[in-house]
């Protein structure tokens, strides 16, 4: 009976500690990033590269942009980001430390530049006569 009783007692103890384990939240408050990806025409560039990391360098990633040039990047955690884009051999300039705290969702715009040379994806060509 006493056996009995002990085991008993020690599942309740060891349940009571499983659930305080699974009980305690997973991840932190998450932060979102998104914004627009435009060319140098100021036009929407579609599927455009977004890399990110955290400012200090530590995991890099890629998302891509949609169709009209929107992206989003969430699950983020509160952390200063550096983010950069690039489409059609173009790129952004880095835009640093963009500061996302938790729960917050942060909107931004990245530019592609020329660069010493104009890609021929953004050269008009001359109509034919």
Request: glycine share 6%; hydrophobic share 40%; with cysteine.
């Amino acid at each position: 009976m006493r056996r009995a009783l002990l085991f008993i007692a020690i599942l309740l103890l060891a349940l009571v500690a499983a659930r305080g384990v699974c009980a305690a939240p997973q991840s932190k408050a998450s932060a979102t990033l998104s914004g627009i990806v435009l060319g140098p025409d100021d036009r929407p560039v579609a599927h455009a590269s977004v890399s990110y990391q955290s400012s200090g360098g530590n995991a890099p990633h890629a998302v891509h942009a949609d169709s009209h040039g929107h992206f989003t990047i969430s699950n983020l955690k509160a952390d200063n980001y550096d983010v950069r884009a690039s489409g059609r051999g173009v790129f952004s300039e880095w835009e640093k430390n963009v500061n996302l705290r938790p729960k917050e969702t942060k909107n931004i715009t990245l530019r592609l530049i020329y660069a010493k040379e104009i890609p021929k994806a953004y050269v008009k060509s001359k109509p034919q006569q």
